[in-house]
């Protein structure tokens, strides 16, 4: 669905689990900690039950997405502990709406690039 080549070269290692999902090693940054980021392609069944049909029925979007990308940020510090920090898609345990983006490769990029600057791995 999405070209995974492009994400490699610039974000570096990119482990492909099925065609929907896929691990980006991102690397470590200033703290030791490494980054790894695991995205997922998910798709509106069209449902009533759909999760962007109830994301717009409440409010928390102004359209419904027919694709958006999920993802999960896993931080290991260098005592080995691992914890969810630096993703985009989340604030204060909830979804942040403003980054729940239709899947394709702009958007990927976007939310990767956001996560790195967030993790201060580069200047994104």
Not at 38 to 50: F, L, P, T
Not at 72 to 89: A, F, Q, R
Request: with cysteine.
């Amino acid at each position: 669905m999405l070209n995974l080549e492009k994400v490699m070269a610039r974000h570096g290692k990119v482990e492909e689990m099925a065609q929907t999902r896929f691990y980006v090693d991102l690397g470590n940054n200033r703290l030791n900690e490494n980054i790894l980021v695991e995205v997922s392609i998910c798709e509106n069944d069209g449902s009533k039950y759909a999760l962007p049909k109830l994301w717009k029925k409440n409010g928390w979007m102004d359209h419904e997405l027919k694709t958006w990308i999920h993802l999960m940020v896993y931080v290991t510090d260098p005592s080995g502990l691992c914890h969810g920090k630096y993703n985009p898609t989340e604030k204060g345990g909830k979804i942040d709406f403003q980054w729940m983006l239709e899947a394709n490769p702009k958007n990927l990029e976007k939310l990767l690039t956001e996560v790195e600057r967030r993790a201060e791995l580069k200047e994104a």
